[in-house]
């Protein structure tokens, strides 16, 4: 009886220890991985090429000895100075396109279109026929609920970025939304702050977004498996969104990561045929997609 007892006892502490070195590993492989891209993030540095003013100058004056050397040649009347004007507006806009172009180093291109056609055939065979069939017998309210849910729950990443970047207004206003939508939205379920002006939804920050109003560079372009397109500065501002999404402290992890799976092809269910669409407009798909995110992340960081 008595060692009946002690072995009893002794299995709950073996239990109890082995639940304790689990956790302790998981969270030594989460600060290894960051140290790991931070590391890699200092010796690679800002990886940004942006355009050169001499090289610009040297081009326009290079145009205009073209034109004047043409004009010259053939003996043509210069066109009107109306067309001719209209004509500099556009050069002016597609200069200014140029300008505005993001360029980041892409030194794991090999690896990055793996990602990228790993992905494209996760999304075709996998989460497209999830999401259609889903949306086939879920109905519209119900996963907007869903969605309004999962954003609201999310709400600690997005009030602390706001807070971490000083937009005192949109963190005051997020907050709000959160009691509000909490409460009187069941949950989170429902969305009744959209009905106020002042608690209209202010633009979605992270840490990525943080880290580069703080003014530190993309790094180089990188394609993760899942998670899609993404940057070393990104990255790690996703593992450390990782600690503010309430989700990832669901127990066990097999249910963390169903419930992030249900919420990205719920999310999936509202934008079946985006992906399509651009995908097909591309002679390039992959440098499309990365030329888009770069330019919308650049863009969300300006704000």
Known sequence: MIFGT??????????????????????????IFLFFLFSVFLFTGCAHRPVAPSQAVSEDM???????????????IPLDPDIIEDKSDEDFFEEEFEEAKVEVADP?????????????????????????GYKAVAPEFF??????????????????NCILQAKGKAATVEFSRFIVNTTIGVLGF?????????????????LGQTLGNYGLGNGFYLVWPIFGPSTLRDSIGRVGDFFLDP???????????GIRA?????????????????KKSA???YTAFRDVYLQVRENKIKK
């Not at 290079?62 to 043509?76: F, I, L, P, V, W």
């Not at 794991?108 to 259609?132: E, G, I, Q």
């Open 143 to 160: 996963r907007t609920g869903v969605k309004n849910f999962f954003r609201n729950i999310t709400t600690p990443i997005r009030l602390v």
């Open 6 to 31: 002690w072995n009893l006892g002794f299995q709950k502490i073996s239990e109890r220890l082995r639940k304790g070195f689990d956790n302790m590993r998981k969270k030594q492989l989460t600060y």
């Open 283 to 285: 002679i390039d798909p």
């Open 190 to 206: 429902g969305s009744p702050a959209d009905k106020y002006p002042k608690l209209a939804p202010p633009d979605t920050e992270d």
């Open 247 to 257: 989700v990832s402290y669901v127990e066990p992890t097999e249910a963390s990561m």
């Open 108 to 132: 794991l291109s090999p690896w990055n279109r793996a990602m990228f056609h790993f992905n494209d055939k996760l999304y075709f065979w996998a989460v497209k026929p999830l999401a259609r």
């Open 62 to 76: 290079q145009s205009d000895q073209n034109r004047q050397s043409a004009t010259t040649e053939t003996g043509q």
């Open 262 to 278: 249900f919420d990205m092809v719920n999310n999936t269910s509202f934008r079946i045929g985006d992906y399509e669409s651009l």
